[in-house]
């Protein structure tokens, strides 16, 4: 019996994140024992070399503050491939080109800011000049790219594109260009990006080939020893490499962090374990923390990093 107690989580001077982290799995229980375990796994994944590793990210987690995180992750060669939002991919952008979000407020006064010119998610502001620039960037990165392989790019190859073209070395988009990590957006069109490219495609020769990328994942799936993931928030994102793994059973290990509930039946709110019944998911190695993934994820990413001796 005493094998299965609650260990009461001890706080002491010079408390490392990795070492608080095996404590709250030796608790055991609730959202404490949930990020044990996930720390656990996390840190499997990076560990062991037959992983291949990926990373999603839906809802504002560029903007929300944890670019730095993913691009260091990238440049650390602990990520393989990332399957995000084209928001994600647009915040990125524009961080690089200058422009950076600023702190707000959730309850400010929506009319005003949008006669300032300021769009709002949450307490997060984008003033307009920021996606000004990054429609100006846009064009000018599509009419550098010859007519005939704009007729046959995939997302991903357009992003590579992309991420050649921006000096920032914050930039997780860079990162993952210079590392040849792949970065896959399957909802692209649902962002500013998309909206420029639609727009770009009126006047010029234009074509995505989305089945292509569908090919390259399934290629890097199927030909994993084992696929680890760690999915930050739902959606598409999330759904895309759920799918993509049913060619091989299902993942072997998954992180997932999402603020998101299952009661309504929505994929971002579904814990791991009901993708096992999709076999989409190996049962197992599965941890759903339920948190915000902005306060959630640099405690997992910074005590892995810890127990790795690389922070």
Same mark, same amino acid.
Request: charge should be negative; charged fraction near 20%; hydrophobic fraction near 45%.
């Given at each position: 019996?005493?094998?299965?107690?609650? /260990?009461?989580?001890?706080?002491?001077?010079?408390?490392?994140?990795?070492?608080?982290?095996? #404590?709250?799995?030796?608790?055991?229980?609730?959202?404490?024992?949930?990020?044990?375990?996930?720390?656990?796994?996390?840190?499997?994944?990076?560990?062991?070399? /037959?992983?291949?590793?990926?990373? $999603?990210?839906?809802?504002?987690?560029?903007?929300?503050?944890?670019?730095?995180?993913?691009?260091?992750?990238?440049?650390?060669?602990?990520? @393989?491939?990332?399957?995000?939002?084209?928001?994600?991919? *647009?915040?990125?952008?524009? /961080?690089?080109?200058?422009?950076?979000?600023?702190?707000?407020?959730?309850?400010?006064?929506?009319?005003?800011?949008?006669?300032?010119?300021?769009?709002?998610?949450?307490?997060?502001?984008?003033?307009? !000049?920021?996606?000004?620039?990054?429609?100006?960037? $846009?064009?000018?990165?599509?009419?550098?790219?010859?007519?005939?392989?704009?007729? /046959?790019?995939?997302?991903?190859?357009?992003? !590579?594109?992309?991420? #050649?073209?921006?000096?920032?070395?914050?930039?997780?988009?860079?990162?993952?260009?210079?590392?040849? &990590?792949?970065?896959?957006?399957?909802?692209?069109? @649902?962002?500013?990006?998309?909206?420029?490219?639609? &727009?770009?495609?009126?006047?010029?020769?234009?074509?995505? @080939?989305?089945?292509?990328?569908?090919?390259?994942?399934?290629?890097?799936?199927?030909?994993? !020893?084992?696929?680890?993931?760690?999915?930050?928030?739902?959606? +598409?994102?999330?759904?895309?490499?759920?799918?993509?793994? &049913?060619?091989?059973?299902?993942? @072997?290990?998954?992180?997932?962090? &999402?603020?998101?509930?299952?009661?309504?039946?929505?994929?971002?709110?579904?814990?791991?374990?009901? +993708? *096992?019944?999709?076999?989409?998911?190996?049962?197992?190695?599965?941890?759903?923390? *339920?948190?915000?993934?902005?306060?959630?994820?640099?405690?997992?990413?910074?005590?892995?990093?810890?127990?790795?001796?690389?922070?």
């Amino acid at each position: 019996m005493d094998e299965n107690r609650v /260990e009461q989580i001890s706080l002491t001077s010079g408390l490392r994140v990795a070492a608080l982290l095996e #404590k709250m799995g030796r608790a055991g229980v609730l959202g404490a024992g949930s990020l044990g375990r996930a720390f656990e796994v996390t840190v499997e994944m990076f560990q062991d070399p /037959e992983y291949t590793v990926f990373l $999603t990210l839906g809802g504002p987690m560029i903007p929300g503050g944890l670019r730095k995180i993913v691009q260091m992750l990238i440049n650390l060669g602990l990520v @393989d491939a990332i399957v995000t939002s084209g928001a994600n991919i *647009v915040h990125d952008i524009i /961080e690089a080109l200058g422009y950076c979000a600023v702190k707000g407020s959730f309850y400010a006064d929506d009319s005003g800011l949008r006669n300032a010119g300021i769009g709002r998610a949450g307490d997060i502001f984008f003033p307009q !000049e920021g996606f000004t620039a990054f429609e100006k960037k $846009t064009y000018a990165v599509l009419d550098a790219i010859p007519e005939a392989r704009r007729r /046959e790019l995939s997302v991903s190859e357009l992003l !590579e594109l992309y991420g #050649k073209s921006l000096g920032d070395e914050g930039s997780f988009l860079a990162a993952a260009t210079a590392k040849k &990590t792949p970065v896959f957006a399957p909802a692209l069109l @649902d962002s500013m990006l998309g909206f420029h490219i639609w &727009t770009y495609s009126q006047l010029h020769s234009l074509h995505l @080939d989305q089945v292509k990328d569908m090919s390259r994942l399934a290629d890097a799936v199927y030909e994993a !020893e084992k696929v680890g993931a760690i999915i930050l928030g739902g959606g +598409a994102s999330k759904h895309f490499l759920l799918g993509a793994n &049913t060619l091989r059973e299902g993942l @072997d290990a998954a992180v997932q962090i &999402t603020l998101d509930r299952p009661e309504g039946g929505s994929l971002g709110g579904a814990p791991l374990e009901e +993708a *096992v019944s999709w076999r989409k998911a190996k049962a197992g190695k599965l941890v759903t923390v *339920v948190g915000d993934a902005t306060m959630v994820f640099p405690i997992l990413a910074a005590g892995a990093l810890e127990r790795m001796g690389l922070l």
